[in-house]
């Protein structure tokens, strides 16, 4: 079974700023992660993949976020937010088996100060 | 762009009754989710498809859940009788598997209030 861990439920910053966003997991096997953003009373939104290859993993919206594979981490960053990117982020890790079911840590709400 | 379709948006109802929340999966898509969020526990796991077949229901309580795919169109969770507990925001998301071509693609939820 695999498990994620977002150790801060809030992270406030102001615009313009940089921002990381942390993530570790747990699993006893080779995992698939995500982060995907849920904007007000709108669904789940994927912004970036880690499947293979390239630890470092760009995605939309200017995000992006690195595998550490001995750290067992996959922390999100961005080197200057916008308002727009008040929200809250998930990070998600699946099994590569069959199933793939997808787990979902408890989510970090970043508040972009102006 | 392609959607996943969830309805209804927000469903009141009082406790004891059934309720129906229903799914558009992407057409496709073999791999369809359902998710409920609350603030105290997060995103919850409830069950998961895979060309209809339910592979996985442990998240959900069943002696009043059920969730079943009578069609690759149509998803449904029913809840039945409601509790207030079971306040929450509902999602579905659909997919194929990952290592074909990672698309899990949520809907928008229902929003669910149990009085």
């Known amino acids: 079974a695999q498990s994620v861990t977002q150790l801060d439920s809030q992270v406030p910053v102001f615009e313009e700023a940089p921002v990381e966003l942390r993530c570790n997991y747990s699993?006893?096997?080779?995992?698939?992660l995500f982060w995907y953003v849920q904007y007000p009373n709108q669904g789940l939104q994927l912004l970036l993949k880690?499947?293979?290859?390239?630890?470092l993993v760009k995605g939309i919206n200017g995000f992006e976020a690195e595998f550490n594979k001995s750290q067992t981490s996959f922390h999100l960053r961005k080197p200057s937010v916008h308002i727009s990117d008040t929200a809250e982020y998930f990070c998600?890790?699946?099994?590569?088996?069959?199933?793939?079911?997808?787990?979902f840590g408890t989510g970090t709400k970043l508040q972009v100060i102006p | 762009d392609a959607r996943v379709t969830q309805t209804p948006r927000h469903k009141v109802t009082e406790m004891g009754q059934e309720v129906t929340m229903r799914c558009q999966p992407i057409?496709?898509?073999?791999?369809v989710f359902w998710y409920r969020q609350t603030m105290m526990q997060g995103l919850e796991l409830l069950a998961y498809?895979?060309?209809?077949?339910?592979?996985?229901d442990s998240g959900m309580p069943k002696d009043r859940f059920s969730a079943e795919m009578p069609d690759a169109t149509l998803a449904t969770l029913k809840i039945q009788p409601s509790e207030p507990r079971d306040s929450a925001v509902y999602f579905c998301?659909?997919?194929?598997?990952?290592?074909?071509?990672?698309?899990?693609?949520f809907g928008s939820g229902t929003r669910l209030t149990v009085v």
């Open positions: 998301a659909s997919g194929l598997p990952i290592n074909k071509n990672y698309g899990y693609t």
């Open positions: 699993s006893s096997v080779s995992v698939y």
């Open positions: 880690y499947l293979s290859g390239s630890t």
């Open positions: 998600a890790v699946s099994d590569l088996g069959g199933y793939q079911k997808v787990t």
């Open positions: 057409l496709g898509h073999n791999t």
């Open positions: 498809f895979r060309n209809r077949a339910p592979l996985d």
